[in-house]
Antibody, heavy 121, light 108 residues
Framework: QVQLMESGGGVVQPEGSLKLSCTASGFSFSSYGMHWVRQAPGKGLEWVAIIWYDASNKYYADSVKGRFTISRDNSKNTLYLQMNSLRVEDTAIYYC??????????????WGQGILVTVSS | EIVLTQSPGTLSLSPGERATLSCRASQSVGNNYLVWYQQKPGQAPRLLIYGASSRATGIPDRFSGSGSGTDFTLTISRLEPEDFAVYFCQQYGTSSHTFGQGTKLEIK
């Protein structure tokens, strides 16, 4: 079955860096685009970034553009999010999610369990 | 960027009642790009409805989606105890994908 497992979260000081990983199993990872979505404590969902199946395109939310980098290693079935210049407002649970096309519509059909990133001095 | 506004913020109902949740977009959303998710405490979101009105695999038929343009609705025909959760709508853009702020469905 499809599984997504995030890792690499923790506590980091403002202006620090952290790299998240999302390990995929149960499907052909190299055939799917992947997203990062975050959720601040007690708040709603915020889309962060997407990377196409072959890494040919990457897009970011304005709130993280220039600070975060999404990447992937299809040989390792792993998605990454490099987070630099972290701010207190980046504190959130970070989810990876699979991008699915059905006909001409799209959705996030599978999500990881999430990993907490806390930015605090 | 399209902004999605969900209402009400909180909806208090009893099991067996009908729930109607609204998602309004700041500009027109293609019908094929409106999605609904359910999230329970401590869990990741779960896909419910895609393409505004298609149920995802395994989703009971008491859940239905409708709407077009800027106004979309998620309806739960007869609430079961496990349906009390937070519901988010989401739209797919060309290069960004925004969520509504969520509607909390709580037991009255």
């Amino acid at each position: 079955q499809v599984q997504l497992m995030e890792s690499g979260g923790g506590v980091v000081q403002p202006e620090g860096s952290l790299k998240l990983s999302c390990t995929a199993s149960g499907f052909s990872f190299s055939s799917y685009g992947m997203h990062w979505v975050r959720q601040a404590p007690g708040k709603g969902l915020e889309w962060v970034a997407i990377i196409w199946y072959d890494a040919s395109n990457k897009y970011y939310a304005d709130s993280v553009k220039g600070r975060f980098t999404i990447s992937r290693d299809n040989s390792k079935n792993t998605l990454y999010l490099q987070m630099n210049s972290l701010r207190v407002e980046d504190t959130a649970i970070y989810y990876c999610a699979r991008d699915l096309w059905v006909g001409d519509t799209r959705m996030f059909d599978y999500w990881g369990q999430g990993i907490l990133v806390t930015v605090s001095s | 960027e399209i902004v999605l506004t969900q209402s009400p913020g909180t909806l208090s109902l009893s099991p067996g009642e009908r729930a109607t949740l609204s998602c309004r977009a700041s500009q027109s959303v293609g019908n094929n790009y409106l999605v609904w998710y359910q999230q329970k405490p401590g869990q990741a979101p779960r896909l419910l409805i895609y393409g505004a009105s298609s149920r995802a695999t395994g989703i009971p038929d008491r859940f239905s989606g409708s709407g077009s343009g800027t106004d979309f609705t998620l309806t739960i025909s007869r609430l079961e105890p496990e349906d009390f959760a937070v519901y988010f709508c989401q739209q797919y853009g060309t290069s960004s994908h925004t969520f509504g702020q969520g509607t909390k469905l709580e037991i009255k």
